[in-house]
């Protein structure tokens, strides 16, 4: 019912850093739990970070330390600052509620980590 939209990707030198944008076609705060996800090819997506309406958040293990994720209630945007970037950070990103099971993907935003 809800659709997300991703934007800010692009390439990115190792090291590097990107913040990552999400919109909602409703309020997202309407939505208690919110998370980035990302899927590289050949590999299942995965849970990168969430955010809850009470601030709470958590990463995986692989970004933890690196990325920050964060929410924006009067911009109804959700965002995702990644920094010290590495290769395997390559994949498309989404964003979408949390857990994602009955929600809907968007087209997601291309994140290359290269030299």
């Known amino acids: 019912q809800v659709q997300f939209v991703e934007s800010g990707g692009g390439l990115v030198q190792p090291g590097g850093s990107l913040r990552l944008s999400c919109s909602a076609s409703?309020?997202?705060?309407?939505?208690?739990?919110m998370g980035w996800y990302r899927q590289a090819p050949g590999k299942q997506r995965q849970l990168v970070a969430l955010?809850?309406?009470?601030?709470?958040?958590n990463y995986a293990d692989a970004v933890k330390g690196r990325f920050t994720i964060s929410r924006d209630n009067a911009k109804n945007t959700m965002y995702l600052q990644m920094n010290s970037l590495k290769p395997e950070d390559t994949a498309v990103y989404y964003c979408?509620?949390?857990?994602?099971?009955?929600?809907?993907w968007g087209q997601g935003t291309q994140v290359t980590v290269s030299s």
């Open positions: 979408n509620k949390a857990p994602s099971s009955g929600g809907s």
């Open positions: 409703g309020s997202m705060f309407s939505i208690n739990v």
């Open positions: 955010i809850t309406s009470s601030g709470n958040t």
